[in-house]
């Protein structure tokens, strides 16, 4: 396989779920949102370079671009309505919420600082927090006695709270 | 510390589980009492419960790993897109010339040959809503349409695998009265066969009037239909 098309499958084999999933709830639309994945990934594709750190800040990265499209193709269809008859390209794109690019930025930040925990401690706060389990579930999803669920889930989030401190000095301007 | 501290303080582990709402009521209500009368483990648990937060406000799908369910013609465009620009042989859309019946745009991802004028597709604009796949399958030959309504028209993007190497192919529009538009026409390379093709395609026939998507040999051979 030629090296830019294994870019572009390692990006969407890795990320391309996680985009999809936040395109399609930004816009409302799985088509439109297959759109602004395919002009992220080919971005990607354009700037290598933001693939050499970590998963997390590479897909803090994508994220912002995906995002940066979708606010610029609702500007860009609400500057121009009579270009285009109304249902030649009539999508319907939820309305992005106000304090969306605030919402982003903290997001951004904290999957970068996720890249700072191991796999241990970031296993532990996938499973409480981003599938919603219990201590009980998660022990036994990760085959660990549900004590050490606790403490990791005690370093993961100092690990969090460190590295935030140690890269904006406060952890204030990153909540926004 | 200054004053009684009730109890022993809790492990680390536990005032974490604490921020992150996992005790039980009884477990739990230990844990507060304890915060009460001790500033240390309350600051800690303030502390702990900041991170909580934080983490509470990712949007929990940017977790999510792996490839998106459903997304291979979303790769194949992606992949198409990215070869194009690497050719540098970027072409402009044409579409606005639908007065035309015939819009032939065929890409063949895989190695296929080319004929008429390739197109990087539905990237410039958003995706109509209304957008409708359609599968159809005839021996080892399958195809996956996803047909876009535009005005009067459609746009097409249609994954065949299965048709022999060589074979020249067009992909055709049926309306329900029985006439036809061609969408697009190529010729199957090696990876085209086994791997699939995906061709991009426009036809001058609004979307409630398509009765099927055909490929087909430039001899008539229908090789799959997919039926609406």
Known sequence: MHADEALVHAVYQEHGRALLAYATRLTGDRAAAEDVVQETIVRAWRHPEVLTNGKGSTRGWLLTVARNIITDRVRARSARPQEVPAEQDGVTVAPIERDHADQVVASVTVLKAMDSLSDDHRGVLEEIYFRGRSLGEAAAALGVPAGTVKSRSYYALRALRDHLSETTGSTKGVRA | ?228
């Open chain 2, 1 to 228: 510390m200054t004053g009684p501290v009730p109890g022993p303080h809790p492990e680390p582990g536990d005032l974490s589980a604490f921020a992150l709402g996992l005790l039980d009521t009884g477990q739990a209500g230990a844990i507060a009492r304890h915060l009460e009368g001790c500033a240390v483990c309350r600051r800690e648990q303030e502390e702990l419960r900041e991170m909580a937060d934080m983490l509470g406000e990712l949007p929990p799908e940017l977790l999510l790993d792996g490839p998106p369910e459903g997304g291979d013609l979303l790769l194949a465009r992606t992949v198409r897109q990215v070869r194009g620009e690497v050719g540098g042989r970027r072409r402009r859309r044409v579409l606005a010339v639908v007065a035309a019946s015939v819009i032939g745009i065929a890409a063949a991802i895989g190695g296929g040959v080319l004929i008429g004028q390739a197109s990087r597709p539905g990237v410039e604009s958003i995706q109509a809503a209304g957008t409708r796949v359609i599968d159809g399958a005839s021996g080892a030959v399958q195809m996956k349409a996803t047909v876009s309504p535009a005005a009067d028209w459609v746009r097409l993007a249609v994954t065949v695998s299965g048709v022999p190497r060589g074979e020249h192919c067009k992909l055709i529009v049926v309306r329900k009265d029985g006439t036809r538009e061609v969408a697009g026409s190529w010729t199957v390379g090696a990876r085209g066969e086994t791997g699939g093709v995906t061709v991009n395609g426009a036809a001058d026939v609004p979307i409630d009037q398509i009765a099927s998507v055909n490929v087909e040999s430039t001899g008539g051979k229908i090789y799959v239909a997919a039926v609406t």
